[in-house]
């Protein structure tokens, strides 16, 4: 059998399988299912000839807006919108995923991108996923945030994967300009979502911090003293013992103390926390209350 008679049937194949497709309506059917009905059919058209055949896995990303020139892509919007979403997939995936972009079309601007394949002792382990599963688990996963987001829903078990999906709706902002996802999955199936203006303000408004305070105390060694007012006592002898930068307010009381490098502290502090809606911690102060435990230099 030629190429090109082998070529030309499965074109038939395809073109009845997508007829059928169609015949089937698309009443009570979304535009992700109906996708997959028509890439499915293409997939088993493939697999008269070839049990094996699989298709390319493949992310599409759609930018539309004013800045969102058909067909292009500004170097500015790139640099700060795809490193950003790469880091996303990958903090969805719990290990590092590479998007390659392939293609570039009209409609507003579509990128065409797929993962790199990646060959490495730790992929190669009888145990550990195959590749293409961990792309599509951190594909699916960012993809249902992205959900989330524009449909405002409690997205608090997802706080850390909003943490680098921030910067891509900062960007959205910047730019002024929405961003569809289209993940074209190898079996055939289809999962999309959009970030639009409403789900770009709903994970902005869930950046607005609010005060924590409570007091607790503090132990340790000094190991800095600043002229500022602020004594930092690290809780342990160990590196990554954790460490306080105690603020005094009135620096004299801290002079009166005579306080030394290396000596063993006690502070009462007033440690008083920013925390987001979504219960991130966006920094950390504590505050000189007392000394608890009396020093021999102490007037």
Not at 178 to 200: E, H, I, K, N, Y
Not at 208 to 232: C, Y
Request: aromatic share 4%; hydrophobic share 40%.
């Amino acid at each position: 059998m030629s190429t090109t008679w082998r070529q030309r049937v499965l074109q038939q194949h395809l073109v009845g399988a997508q007829e059928e497709v169609v015949a089937a309506g698309t009443d009570n059917r979304s535009r992700d299912e109906i996708e997959s009905d028509l890439r499915v059919a293409t997939l088993e058209v493939h697999r008269l000839y070839d049990h094996e055949a699989t298709l390319d896995n493949e992310l599409r990303i759609r930018f539309s807006g004013s800045d969102a020139v058909q067909g292009s892509l500004d170097f500015d919007m790139g640099a700060a919108l795809l490193k950003p979403l790469q880091d996303s997939v990958s903090a969805a995936a719990n290990q590092s995923v590479t998007l390659k972009l392939v293609g570039l079309s009209k409609g507003s601007t579509v990128l065409h991108v797929r993962p790199a394949p990646k060959h490495t002792a730790e992929h190669d382990a009888a145990d550990a996923l195959p590749v293409h599963a961990v792309q599509d688990y951190g594909l699916t996963k960012l993809l249902g945030l992205v959900r989330a987001l524009e449909d405002e829903r409690d997205v608090g078990h997802l706080a850390s994967l909003l943490s680098h999906l921030d910067h891509v709706t900062d960007a959205l902002d910047k730019f002024g300009v929405q961003m569809d996802l289209t993940w074209l999955r190898s079996d055939g199936q289809v999962r999309s979502a959009a970030l639009t203006r409403r789900g770009c303000d709903y994970a902005a408004r869930l950046r607005t911090v609010h005060p924590a305070v409570e007091e607790i105390t503090v132990s340790g060694h000094i190991t800095e003293l600043k002229q500022a007012g602020v004594v930092k006592v690290k809780a342990g002898t160990s590196p990554r013992a954790q460490a306080f930068d105690v603020k005094f307010e009135d620096p004299s009381v801290l002079v009166r103390m005579r306080l030394a490098l290396g000596d063993n502290v006690t502070f009462r502090v007033k440690k008083t926390q920013a925390v987001d809606s979504v219960n991130r911690t966006k920094s950390t102060n504590y505050h000189f209350v007392s000394i608890l435990e009396e020093h021999p230099k102490l007037l």
